[in-house]
């Protein structure tokens, strides 16, 4: 069956965000005493969660699936903190981090070259393009719009906020990667899964593609070969929708979008 829904992530896949996510980290690390984590490390420690427990993870590391008492590696050497103590401060956490990304993100975003080519070849051959990030919703929406992109997209979907009075199980029962995100995305009625494809950057994005049963292309725009990923995907969707535009056409955007990059 044709592919006729390309679910996006958004950060370091279509839109480069790294720069705001690593200075809102570094605040929270500050906020502690903890020395700053690169963003690979980051990204290791936190791939694949769901969104109410990234900031245990990064403050914590693995340890943090252990359960009290939690550790944090502060500068002034390690110090421990019972399960409610871990609640504030991963409240705090949330509060420094969205602080800043809410002052900061529209000015440090910018689409990733090979974005628009994607978009368009999908809209011009009725692939339905949809967004699903860990990102908040409001954040998410602004961003996307802030760039000129709101128009190319059918459903965006960002992980809900985390709401002290929500049950847990709901709120993880609608973040990414879980199933029901997808679920939530297409308000109850999702495509079948063999309509779909996932592109994304990281181990959320596999997982999420895991949990729908369809395949998924992973991508990081920061790393050298980044960019031309954007334009394998147009091969992979064309030669599953019956060559539109014949094979060579990811290898043909790969070169003029290097092209382009030495001008």
């Not at 974005?115 to 009725?126: A, E, G, W």
């Amino acid at each position: 069956m044709a592919i006729k829904h390309l679910l996006c992530d958004w950060d370091e896949t279509l839109a480069h965000t790294l720069t705001t996510t690593k200075n809102a980290y570094d605040n929270v690390f500050d906020t502690f005493n903890m020395a700053h984590k690169e963003p690979s490390e980051i990204k290791k420690l936190t791939g694949g969660k769901p969104k109410s427990e990234i900031f245990g993870y990064m403050l914590c590391g693995e340890s943090f699936a252990k359960g009290e008492p939690y550790t944090l590696q502060t500068k002034d050497g390690p110090k421990q903190y019972s399960q409610k103590e871990m609640e504030k401060i991963i409240e705090r956490a949330h509060f420094t981090f969205y602080d800043y990304i809410e002052k900061n993100h529209i000015k440090d975003a910018s689409i990733i070259e090979g974005t628009v080519n994607l978009l368009s070849y999908c809209r011009n051959n009725n692939v339905k393009l949809h967004i699903i990030s860990s990102k908040s919703p409001e954040y998410l929406k602004e961003e996307v719009k802030h760039l000129g992109l709101e128009s190319f997209f059918d459903k965006i979907y960002g992980s809900p906020k985390i709401n002290p009075n929500e049950d847990i199980a709901s709120l993880k029962a609608r973040e990414k990667p879980n199933l029901g995100a997808f679920v939530a995305m297409f308000d109850g009625n999702p495509p079948p899964a063999n309509e779909c494809l996932v592109i994304g950057d990281g181990s959320a994005d596999q997982k999420l593609a895991d949990n729908i049963g369809c395949k998924c292309i992973r991508i990081d725009a920061s790393q050298p070969n980044g960019i031309e990923k954007l334009t394998q995907a147009i091969g992979i969707i064309d030669s599953e929708n019956d060559n539109r535009l014949g094979i060579p056409i990811s290898n043909i955007l790969s070169s003029l979008l290097k092209r382009k990059s030495k001008e």
